[in-house]
């Protein structure tokens, strides 16, 4: 039995038992694309405010053909958590778009319907060809340029600083960093500075947001697949460990399945975002898994663990020593299953005193043998990361890397 423990310090490095590892995430992250193997589709609808927020703050969110769709839905996402009132709009003149990845989001409403609104703040998310549509759209034009000349903020990441906003003359006398072409290994960065404030903090009135991006053009008919990964969700699954997870598995080349528990294939997350896997559990049952990977969530984790398909998938996974793993909540699952006896995992605090003797404390990744665990959400780039290092090995996975501008271990 190989064991290799990644404990988590203040900075949040990795540290292998027989050696250091340490990989840092810069300030933010927003990867590339490639190309997937399936069809994972999102909605993102607006989840009920706290009734103890008063005014939240407006946030609008266009989306368009070729959106990079995990810059999306982190923003989504997060800003929702912050207590914003998130509006996803379509360019398009239909509300469900297809994503740079191929994943399908469905917006709130028409951008047509913003016009009249007043927005705290405008976001552009990146990708291309979704920034070119984005800044073809004349009618997001006119509200992004009215937002700036009311002073309110407005701002962009990839490839959409430059593509979008720059020819609507919006980046004059602008502190923006940018660097963009296209073409293999192309790296853009971007820096935007603006007064926000955007949570409950009276301190955040100057956000300096930096935002950097990789992208590796590849001709898809080359790509070939070799190892089948599932990942099942359900409803109140994590969507940023969901999405992020299948991300970088299939920027890695794996061929990832998204399988939902439920009766159906739309699932709703743990943050309103609806979720289309690609298929029922019940029709992968009889196939085999080079992994089999359990996403986070608390009220997802406790739905997955009722699937009695899963559990029967899980426990095959083990005795014919394949690997499986999980992320925040859901280890406590294969500790009931009994897929961590003699073994050493990690999890959200939360559950992590379920684990027993196995737990490991403070730690961003435990692998031990076939069993991969991860700590959480803030945690689930590195776990996939590992997850890649250990189906294709270090030099894959630093490229993956590097390409998520993440400063992989050069040994």
Same mark, same amino acid.
């Given at each position: 039995m190989s064991l290799l423990l990644l404990p988590l310090p203040q900075l949040s490095p990795f540290t292998v038992v027989t050696s250091t590892l340490r990989l840092k995430p810069l300030s933010s992250l927003k990867p590339p694309r490639s190309t997937p193997n399936s069809t994972l589709s999102i909605s993102v609808s607006p989840p009920t405010t706290d009734s103890n927020v008063t005014t939240p703050k407006k946030v609008l969110l266009p989306i368009g053909f070729g959106t990079e769709e995990m810059e999306a839905v982190i923003l989504i996402h997060v800003l929702r958590r912050a207590?914003?009132?998130?509006?996803?709009?379509?360019?398009?003149?239909?509300?469900?778009?297809?994503?740079?990845?191929? $994943?399908?989001?469905?917006?709130?409403?028409?951008?047509?319907?913003?016009?009249?609104?007043?927005?705290?703040? +405008?976001?552009?998310?990146?990708?291309?060809?979704?920034?070119?549509?984005? @800044?073809?759209?004349?009618?997001?034009?006119? +509200?992004?340029?009215?937002?700036?000349?009311?002073?309110?903020?407005?701002?962009?990441?990839?490839?959409?600083?430059?593509?979008?906003?720059?020819?609507?003359? %919006? %980046?004059? @006398?602008?502190?923006?960093?940018?660097?963009?072409?296209?073409?293999?290994? $192309?790296?853009?960065?971007?820096?935007?500075?603006?007064?926000?404030?955007?949570? *409950?903090?009276?301190?955040?009135?100057?956000?300096? %947001? @930096?935002?950097y991006f990789g992208k590796l053009i590849v001709n898809p008919n080359s790509i070939m697949f070799f190892f089948f990964v599932l990942i099942p969700i359900a409803h109140g699954s994590e969507e940023i460990e969901v999405v992020t997870l299948i991300d970088i598995?299939?920027?890695?080349?794996?061929?990832?399945?998204?399988?939902?528990?439920?009766?159906?294939?739309?699932?709703?997350?743990?943050?309103?975002?609806? +979720?289309?896997?690609?298929?029922?559990?019940?029709?992968?049952?009889?196939?085999?898994?080079?992994?089999? +990977?359990?996403?986070?969530?608390?009220?997802?984790?406790?739905?997955?663990?009722?699937?009695?398909?899963?559990?029967?998938?899980?426990?095959?996974?083990?005795?014919?020593?394949?690997?499986?793993?999980?992320?925040?909540?859901?280890?406590?699952?294969?500790?009931?299953?009994?897929?961590?006896?003699?073994? *050493?995992? $990690?999890?959200?605090?939360?559950v992590l005193d379920k684990l027993e003797d196995g737990a490991v404390n403070d730690a961003v990744v435990v692998i031990d043998g076939k069993l991969i665990t991860s700590a959480g959400l803030s945690t689930v780039t590195d776990f996939a990361l590992a997850i890649v290092g250990k189906l294709f090995g270090n030099g894959r996975a630093r490229s993956v890397a590097e390409g998520l501008v993440f400063a992989y271990p050069k040994k």
């Open positions: 207590g914003a009132n998130v509006t996803v709009a379509s360019v398009e003149p239909q509300l469900q778009i297809e994503a740079a990845g191929g $994943t399908k989001l469905v917006a709130d409403t028409s951008i047509s319907n913003c016009y009249d609104q007043i927005f705290d703040l +405008i976001a552009l998310p990146g990708g291309m060809p979704g920034s070119a549509r984005l @800044r073809d759209c004349d009618v997001l034009k006119r +509200i992004t340029c009215k937002q700036a000349e009311e002073n309110r903020l407005y701002g962009a990441i990839n490839a959409a600083p430059a593509v979008t906003l720059l020819p609507w003359g %919006l %980046l004059k @006398r602008k502190k923006v960093i940018y660097f963009f072409s296209f073409g293999c290994c $192309t790296l853009i960065s971007c820096m935007f500075e603006f007064t926000v404030s955007l949570t *409950k903090s009276p301190n955040t009135d100057v956000l300096v %947001l @930096r935002c598995l299939r920027r890695a080349k794996a061929n990832v399945i998204v399988a939902s528990v439920e009766k159906t294939l739309g699932v709703m997350a743990s943050q309103g975002t609806k +979720i289309v896997a690609d298929k029922l559990i019940s029709d992968v049952k009889e196939s085999a898994h080079d992994l089999i +990977i359990l996403p986070g969530g608390t009220a997802g984790a406790q739905r997955l663990s009722k699937s009695r398909i899963l559990k029967k998938l899980l426990k095959e996974q083990n005795s014919a020593g394949r690997i499986y793993g999980a992320v925040c909540s859901s280890p406590a699952i294969l500790h009931k299953q009994g897929l961590l006896k003699d073994k *050493k995992a $990690t999890a959200h605090p939360s």
